[in-house]
């Protein structure tokens, strides 16, 4: 199967929204039993106080009277002790365990889906949701590489500086630009393709190539049940960084952990209010002390209130702007001096947010946040924003630090997990899809010629 059928068939679908119809119902039900539940258990609990309570007001003598003849020797029949029968958890379609098979079952029984069904919708809604959002950039790149394609025929050291060029100019940076045409030319010349037509897919597909071979870290996010897991927040003002925080605890709450902001940009007029409108609109708890505060003195205070009130995550804000980089580097380290004294191997994840529409120039922020701290993972925010969508592979490859989550829109659930080939599809969506559909007419099904 070729690249371009594999991300059509992966990420493209008709009726996502009719499908994921039947996870909302399969949400619905489950929240339904839960309340059962709940509901059912109060209700055994106030019966077996009342019942203590009415034995223990009894003298010995009556209340042996009452009791069954039974053997001491005898075991109680579980059935009879819970009249009514236990009824399954619920859990939201984002928090279940898809490697316990025997949600199939449930799937099954509520004449819902299986759990392959369920990945394939999925995937699918994730795919539109990157397609919509990089709207722009596709348009940028695929009218470029169309008309780059039509121009230079054959493939040629002038199609491949044109095509430096064009990556160039939509950031996706120059040494970055300079290792994807070396490597296109070195597979033109393997294949020994002559026509720039037969090398289309080839540059999508080692875009994608040139960001995994980037794997000394995960994109995954370093949370573990059973702890207190703390997110550090940094990035300079107006990228989107208190919005991000917000999106993230809002996610993070929705697949049933409990979350905590931490109001730690107590230097910026307005940061400490900003943060807590996001948490009351998402239904998380601030810590919070008035402007001006000791941003370590915040985090420590709300290391302890997450400690005390069970939290899962408590996701951490910074100030965006001091002085000069030396001011900068010995906050973030005073900051994470406190935490990790509070929290072993805290912070467990330090989330640098950038703004794409800046361009190269969020490239350079995250140059120097390198250098100030550990940066384990990028928030690439308004990426729906700019038409030079290019920046993901220039951080990866030129910063070695992953993409962690992409702003697609401003929605609440537009804060999305970065994916590569979720990102590549977005920006070649209507080209891929011409391109299989072309194919498939002409030849039938899509085989890959080059294995």
């Known amino acids: 199967m070729s690249f371009f059928k594999r991300l059509k068939d992966k990420f493209s679908g008709q009726d996502i929204d009719k499908d994921f119809d039947k996870i909302d119902d399969f949400e619905s039900e489950r929240r339904k039993q839960q309340h059962e539940e709940v509901e059912w258990r109060e209700e055994k609990e106030e019966v077996s106080h009342r019942e203590q309570d009415s034995v223990q007001s009894k003298s010995m003598d009556d209340y042996h009277q009452e009791m069954p003849s039974t053997p001491l020797d005898s075991k109680p029949n579980q059935e009879e002790i819970e009249t009514e029968p236990r009824k399954k958890k619920k859990l939201k379609a984002n928090e279940i365990d898809w490697t316990d098979q025997s949600w199939d079952d449930d799937f099954e029984e509520d004449g819902l889906m299986s759990i392959e069904e369920f990945e394939e919708i999925e995937a699918q809604k994730i795919g539109a949701k990157f397609r919509d959002g990089l709207e722009k950039s596709r348009e940028n790149f695929q009218t470029q590489l169309n008309n780059l394609i039509a121009h230079y025929r054959t493939v040629d050291e002038d199609f491949f500086e044109a095509l430096e060029e064009m990556l160039i100019q939509a950031d996706v940076g120059f040494n970055t630009v300079m290792e994807l045409v070396d490597e296109l030319r070195m597979e033109a010349k393997r294949r020994n393709v002559t026509e720039t037509e037969d090398l289309r897919e080839t540059i999508v597909e080692k875009m994608v190539e040139i960001y995994h071979q980037e794997d000394d870290q995960s994109e995954v996010m370093n949370l573990e049940d059973d702890r207190l897991n703390v997110i550090l927040m940094v990035g300079v003002n107006g990228v989107g960084k208190t919005t991000t925080i917000g999106k993230l605890a809002h996610r993070y709450q929705a697949q049933g952990k409990k979350v905590m902001l931490a109001a730690g940009d107590t230097f910026r007029a307005g940061a400490i209010e900003q943060l807590q409108v996001w948490g009351d609109r998402v239904g998380v708890e601030v810590v919070r002390q008035k402007e001006g505060s000791d941003p370590a003195a915040v985090m420590y205070d709300a290391i302890n209130a997450a400690k005390n009130k069970g939290v899962d995550i408590l996701i951490c ?40 529409t800046t361009g190269q120039n969020a490239l350079a922020q995250a140059k120097a946040f390198k250098e100030v701290t550990d940066v384990t993972g990028i928030v690439l925010t308004k990426l729906d924003g700019t038409a030079k969508g290019g920046i993901v592979l220039a951080i990866r490859n030129e910063l070695h630090i992953p993409v962690k989550y992409v702003g697609l829109g401003e929605k609440l659930d537009d804060l999305q997990p970065f994916n590569a080939e979720s990102y590549v599809y977005g920006l070649f969506a209507d080209m891929i899809e011409q391109s299989v559909a072309k194919d498939e007419s002409e030849n039938g099904d899509v085989t890959d010629e080059r294995e």
């Open 317 to 356: 804000d910074t100030a965006g702007r001091l002085q000069n980089k030396q001011n900068l580097m010995n906050e973030l380290q005073k900051v994470k001096r406190v935490i990790g004294r509070s929290v072993p191997d805290a912070p467990h994840e330090v989330l640098l947010c950038l703004d794409a």
